[in-house]
């Protein structure tokens, strides 16, 4: 890459964003997370001063943030090096002091929030047995534990119910299927809410008395639903959309209004729901994007963050009763110009079998341009409508790229998630055969220069298309992917074992399949160049799955160079280690796709 070049790339890397805001209790702030030191750290909005400041320095990345009750103390999980092995540290909101509250560095710990005096909090972890999850209970000024609830699986706490003798537990059977029930803390009994079938759960909300509650979930419907439930467990659905999930959902301070967010094929909507009247409306004057993490600030005051292709993530206020949008954060701003941020178009294709599936389409006009496929991991997540700098910059630089949403993918309903589970698996890499197709009769693209790039889930799906469609494709980037099933399944962490068997098939019945369909067994089909990245501390996806790719095809002597980050682990957070890949990865499409 030429000097210029990097210059460029890296004022696309360095953007500034801000996301998951929470409001800390009785202090008329807003905190968030900002990578802009280089690491996600946590940073405060002051209403009064209207402005930012770096709430506290931790010498590594923010994973999670809990504020008291009374907003004296705050929470703050983090990792090691990206092991994602989160540790609980207690900050004083007045001095800014950290202390260590539950620090065991071989294991998780899963923060369920504070008591509501304001004296306990709760997390579980898996002290016990790697695979189980146990829930505790600590008293914050003792740093006394306590613990409540002995599950043989994976399972955290949800939240405190209000009378504070009680804790909501959520129990995983698989990514997307779990339980929930009420854990009585004096005599250790567990009544079940929800449904009795098994399915996803979110925003569970309590009014204060104890009394009604709501959640969404989609356990008796294809998309996520809105629902009020009372003390004996009835439910009764309030608001559905049969097309699209609710994704989130908080209750205002006066218990009237539930502000939740409607994900559209990936964009977005804000609507207020009055627990009054049932009636619904639509928030106006918000740009299009994604939003995340709702909260009341007041009774007439909404945050959330929202980010999208033309803004990287900002900390927005949302004034309920006049619709109108108040900017609080301005992370993203740079000094000069910025870059020229590029809007994708949304479309369809119809796969091998008749199903339509949508992507995200960058266009070049009136040149031949290279192509890159851009593929999400999950397999249960979605590509939305946002910003990715390595996309920006790609797009800039003259390749058209596609971000697809093949099977598999979540937001589009239960019955579209499930299509790619167990044996079914290589459904979802023929849909990216069948995206070639589609990309072929475009004019602009040249169809003998598409790459191909994707990270976890969407690595094993690179490794995949280069070994089953070998043709198609003129250079493939994995990162952090899985290159046999059955290797990666058994070296896992063994909390994520089960469910992930869930998803994939299991080391008990389906070793065949995966000796099948495994990327590593066919990689003397590859016939381009891979690039193969891999954080030496992934406790997700074991760095051996690219390691034994690398040697397979070095071996065979085949196009293959694998760079391991010593200090990462299933993400890359660093921000230098962000900058060193991604313009490891521009060079090295310039060079295979000739642009």
């Not at 567990?190 to 969404?216: A, H, K, Q, V």
């Not at 918000?286 to 292709?309: C, E, H, Q, W």
């Amino acid at each position: 890459m030429k000097t210029e070049d990097i210059h460029s790339f890296q004022a696309y890397l360095n953007v500034g964003s801000a996301y998951s805001p929470k409001i800390v209790p009785n202090k008329n702030q807003v905190t968030f997370i900002s990578k802009k030191s280089g690491l996600p750290q946590l940073w405060c909005w002051n209403a009064a001063e209207s402005r930012c400041e770096q709430f506290v320095v931790m010498p590594d990345s923010v994973l999670h943030v809990s504020h008291s009750p009374t907003g004296e103390k705050t929470i703050v999980g983090m990792d090691s090096k990206g092991n994602e092995k989160q540790q609980l540290y207690l900050v004083d909101h007045a001095t800014r002091s950290v202390e260590p509250l539950m620090v065991s560095p071989d294991h998780f710990h899963h923060l369920g929030g504070w008591s509501p005096s304001g004296t306990k909090i709760a997390w579980s972890s898996n002290r016990r047995n790697p695979a189980y999850f146990d829930v505790f209970v600590q008293d914050v000024e003792t740093k006394q534990t306590e613990v409540v609830y002995r599950f043989d699986g994976r399972c955290t706490p949800d939240r405190w119910l209000p009378d504070g003798r009680s804790l909501v537990v959520r129990c995983l059977e698989g990514n997307n299927l779990q339980s929930l029930y009420v854990l009585d803390l004096s005599t250790g009994g567990m009544t079940r809410i929800g449904f009795e079938t098994l399915g996803r759960y979110e925003s569970l909300l309590m009014e204060n008395n104890g009394g009604l509650g709501y959640l969404l979930s989609d356990a008796s419907e294809n998309t996520m639903a809105l629902y009020r439930f009372t003390p004996e467990g009835e439910l009764n659905k309030l608001i559905h959309s049969p097309d699209w999930d609710i994704e989130e959902a908080e209750l205002s301070p006066d218990e009237t209004r539930i502000a939740y967010t409607v994900n559209e094929g990936g964009i977005s909507t804000l609507h207020v729901y009055n627990v009054l009247t049932g009636a619904s409306e639509a928030a106006t004057n918000i740009p299009r994007g994604v939003i995340d993490s709702i909260a009341l600030f007041n009774d007439t005051m909404l945050i959330f963050g929202l980010k999208s292709p033309l803004l990287p993530g900002e900390i927005f206020g949302y004034h309920l009763d006049t619709s109108s949008l108040e900017r609080l954060t301005y992370f993203s701003q740079t000094e000069g110009t910025s870059p020229p941020w590029r809007e994708p178009e949304l479309r369809t294709f119809a796969s091998f079998d008749g199903l339509e599936v949508p992507y995200f389409y960058y266009k070049q006009e009136g040149k031949k341009s290279p192509a890159v496929v851009y593929v999400h991991g999950g397999p249960e997540s979605q590509a939305k409508y946002e910003f990715n700098a390595v996309i920006q910059y790609l797009s800039s630089q003259g390749f058209a790229v596609f971000i697809p949403n093949v099977r598999g993918s979540k937001g589009y309903g239960n019955e579209y998630m499930n299509l790619d589970n167990g044996r079914k698996r290589m459904d979802s890499v023929a849909d990216l055969a069948w995206l070639v197709q589609d990309i072929a009769r475009i004019d602009s693209i040249d169809s003998a220069k598409i790459g191909i790039i994707g990270r976890s889930y969407g690595g094993f799906m690179v490794l995949a298309s280069l070994t089953h469609y070998p043709d198609l494709w003129a250079a493939g980037v994995d990162i952090v992917g899985i290159s046999h099933f059955q290797t990666f399944l058994e070296n896992t962490g063994p909390w994520r074992r089960k469910l992930r068997e869930v998803e994939y098939g299991t080391l008990a019945d389906d070793t065949d399949f995966f000796e099948e369909i495994a990327p590593l067994n066919l990689s003397h089909q590859i016939k381009t160049p891979l690039l193969i990245f891999h954080g030496k501390n992934d406790t997700r996806v074991p760095v051996s799955e690219a390691e034994q790719m690398f040697r397979d095809m070095t071996a065979r002597g085949q196009d293959v160079e694998l760079i391991v980050f010593e200090d990462e682990g299933h993400k890359t957070e660093k921000l230098e280690n962000h900058i060193r890949m991604n313009e490891k990865v521009f060079s090295f499409f310039q060079q295979h796709l000739n642009l």
